[in-house]
């Protein structure tokens, strides 16, 4: 008996090492996969698979083993989750984290293992940018305050004088009304930060918001709570009355929910589905075929997450044990983005295009994104002169 | 002034929802001693059965007609099949099972509606404001919540306070052997109390689903602002819960609405802003914490 346990145990451990000698290229994913938010999750998680079929299920030769952990939408699960991947599972590279406080939490987690690359495919919190800067963390996103500083400036090129904010109180709420600040030079008649991720009643805020009667209003709130608050802005009878400029709020994921709730209000994006370059019409097209809807922004920036790491391992042939020219090869962001070809900054964020996108209907009659300016060209974020790396 | 008077009305309706959540939990907790963390389920439950009846039948207010029953029928269920056997248990025992409740509530869910929030589309008549004096207009929808929590309220006021199940209900918060003693039903009297604690809890959360939106463990975080607020009113009493709930209601709008700009009287704009969002989600158990101090059973508590 005892030693069929054995013989059985052995070929378990068979099994999960495929081939002798061949390691695979192990990579954990975080991301949220229960709860209101798990539709992004969903959405992160069938493009990472896209990637890797696009990929051959390869790189360098070497096959890919991707494991996902679900952070539950919570900070301390998120860096419990990270703990096991970089310690239990070994995984050579960690991708994912939709949220800045998970991301803030477990940070120091994986960069700290020495051997292990962090890779967000969404949060980019304002201290990862500038003191918390870590020569083991990429980002195949955005600062935080970018996204909403180019709505600022489109807003400030509109000529609207003066504007009320609206955010969600947590890391990336916080850096988004800054980030709209640094380009937005008008009046600022009215704040609020709202309870995260509790608060999806928003009734306070928007009596403020009609009390301070402004010329616009800039709001972040990203998922459900954004489809609650543009709702919300209808049922109170703002919409129409006061225009709202977006950021994180309207996406392929909430689209379906909000429909024509969100015609009419623009958004700001470094990645829109229609962008014309061809790995972008391929993992687009691809991804509707495959799943039947279109792929999100979070989507598109965790494809982006796997063909960085695939460039950077044929860039060291397979070697991944060797850090200096792995994070080298990283650096170069030698892969073509779905949304175009990026470099990185020197606190390796990237240095890219924001776009201004607006709600349409497509040929099927299905609510989509379509780009209709450029509201940012090869855009750094402003924290890279806080960074000790050069 | 308008400004004031809209967020009082922000405030009783965000009470009244409240309420009615608090209403079945105090009943459940005072009368048959039962802590019920699955509450919250119950309220998830009403959301989504009202989510897939309004579908189905085109309208959100058959929908929610028809929801209702639909909890009545969950509610008793529960009841009959789990909760029964908890009763001559002790407080860690509820606790216990009850959590296991929601777990397996929050897993049904997921496997009957899919992880992905809904949305409840209003009727037109209801998703556009409305004038309540000539420069105040206000949300049709939550003005109907407030109608609609009142109108509750009086009934509930009315059945436990005047008839004869009422008193029933009164007894058996006071003295459950004394009840039974008198030749009361108690465990159809239980079922009952259960039932309609589900359907006040439903109700809640189906009139708050087009507010927020119906997904997974909704009732979760509501939750713990009921068991506030029943802690606050004193556990069992229908009273207390209302005015404990009026009064959460109007502290957690009246700490969003007015409590940046108070302290931007005194403080820096970057620190009021940090400090404002913080003390207001505070506010409200520091009132719990205050008022046990003062009086431990709550205010209307029937016992402690």
């Known amino acids: ?228 608050f543009l709702s919300q802005y209808a049922q109170t009878g703002l919409k129409g009355t006061i225009p709202l400029y977006t950021a994180f709020v309207i996406d392929a994921l909430s689209l379906p929910q909000l429909k024509d709730l969100a015609l009419g209000v623009p958004g700001a994006q470094s990645w829109v589905n229609d962008l014309p370059n061809e790995q972008n019409k391929r993992f687009v097209a691809d991804f509707k075929k495959k799943y039947g809807t279109y792929p999100s922004f979070y989507g598109a920036q965790s494809y982006d997450t796997i063909m960085l790491i695939a460039s950077a391992v044929e860039g060291v042939k397979g070697n991944i044990g060797d850090m200096v020219k792995l994070r080298a090869e990283l650096t170069k962001a030698n892969f073509k983005s779905v949304r175009g070809d990026f470099k990185f900054n020197n606190n390796h964020f990237p240095i890219q295009n924001f776009y201004i996108q607006e709600t349409v209907k497509d040929a099927e009659g299905k609510f989509t994104l379509k780009t209709v300016g450029v509201a940012m060209k090869d855009a750094k974020d402003a924290y890279g002169d806080k960074c000790r790396m050069k | 002034m308008t400004l004031l008077i809209e967020q009082l009305l922000n405030g009783i309706q965000l009470g009244l929802l409240m309420f009615l959540l608090a209403a079945g939990l105090t009943l459940v907790f005072g009368i048959m001693d039962l802590v019920n963390l699955a509450h919250g389920s119950l309220y998830m439950f009403g959301a989504y059965f009202c989510a897939s009846f309004s579908a189905w039948t085109g309208s959100f207010v058959v929908g929610a007609l028809l929801a209702l029953p639909a909890a009545l029928l969950l509610g008793v269920l529960v009841e009959v099949v789990v909760v029964r056997k908890l009763y001559r248990r002790d407080h860690l025992d509820h606790v216990l099972a009850t959590f296991g409740l929601i777990l397996i509530a929050n897993d049904l869910v997921r496997l009957v509606w899919g992880p992905d929030g809904r949305r409840i589309p209003l009727p037109a008549w209801l998703s556009q404001p409305i004038r309540l004096t000539p420069d105040l207009p206000y949300p049709a929808y939550r003005f109907a919540v407030i109608l609609v929590g009142a109108a509750v309220a009086l009934l509930l006021y009315w059945l436990v306070g005047r008839t004869r199940t009422g008193m029933w209900i009164r007894a058996g918060a006071s003295n459950r052997t004394m009840i039974g003693a008198l030749g009361v039903n108690v465990e159809a009297l239980f079922t009952l109390v259960f039932g309609l604690g589900a359907v006040l809890a439903a109700l809640a959360g189906l009139m708050a689903a087009p507010i927020v939106t119906v997904s997974i463990g909704m009732g979760d975080n509501i939750l713990i602002l009921a068991f506030v607020i029943i802690v606050i009113g004193g556990i069992g009493s229908i009273k207390g819960a209302f005015i404990a709930a009026m009064v959460v209601g109007m502290i957690d709008t009246v700490g969003r609405a007015f409590l940046p700009d108070l302290l931007k009287s005194f403080l820096s704009v970057a620190a009021a802003n940090t400090a404002a969002p913080a003390i207001s989600s505070m506010m409200i158990y520091l009132l719990m914490a205050g008022v046990l101090v003062w009086r431990p059973t709550g205010l209307f508590g029937a016992r402690s």
């Open chain 1, 1 to 228: 008996m005892k030693r069929r346990a054995f013989a059985s145990a052995a070929l378990l451990g068979m099994l999960a090492a495929p081939a002798w000698g061949q390691q695979s290229i192990k990579i954990g994913f975080i991301s949220t996969f229960s709860g209101p938010q798990a539709a992004i999750g969903q959405d992160m998680r069938r493009s990472v698979e896209l990637a890797v079929e696009h990929l051959g299920g390869k790189m360098a030769g070497k096959p890919i083993e991707v494991i996902f952990e679900d952070d539950q939408f919570k900070p301390e699960v998120g860096k419990q989750k990270s703990e096991k991947l970089v310690q239990q599972d070994k995984v050579n590279f960690v991708g994912g984290y939709i949220w800045s406080n998970v991301l803030l939490a477990s940070l120091k987690t994986v960069t700290d293992e020495g051997d292990t690359i962090l890779i967000s495919s969404n949060a980019g919190p304002s201290r990862i940018a500038g003191d918390l800067c870590n020569p083991n963390f990429f980002s195949t996103s955005w600062q935080n305050d970018q996204t909403p500083s180019a709505m600022g400036q489109y807003v400030q090129d509109k000529g609207i004088k003066k504007v009320y904010l609206v955010s969600a109180n947590y890391a990336a709420g916080k850096d988004m009304l800054s980030g709209f600040k640094h380009t937005f030079k008008g009046e600022i008649v009215g704040e609020d930060l709202t309870k995260w991720p509790d608060q999806l009643d928003f009734s306070a805020e928007l009596s403020k918001i009609r009390a301070a009667k402004p010329d616009a209003v800039f709001v972040f709130f990203p998922g459900a709570h954004g489809v609650q």
